[in-house]
């Protein structure tokens, strides 16, 4: 019988980049963001877990322009 072995690296994938600081934002193997999106009309803005966390939606919003 055929062990199961552990993968050796864990690749992570950056599919888009934050709207404020421009840094990239993982996706969990779900394919979900690690942060989150502030959605205007049929547009979307990927925000990091960083600036989530450090700004308010107010400070958000102005940083966006939006």
């Excluded at 990239?24 to 205007?40: D, H, L, Q, S």
Aim: charged fraction near 35%.
């Amino acid at each position: 019988m055929d062990q199961l072995s552990p993968q050796k690296s864990i690749k992570i994938k950056y599919k888009m980049k934050c709207e404020i600081c421009h840094k990239r934002i993982e996706t969990t193997f779900m394919n979900k963001i690690i942060g989150t999106y502030y959605v205007k009309g049929k547009k979307k803005y990927p925000i990091c877990n960083e600036c989530q966390k450090n700004n308010s939606k107010e400070d958000i919003k102005e940083k966006l322009k939006i």
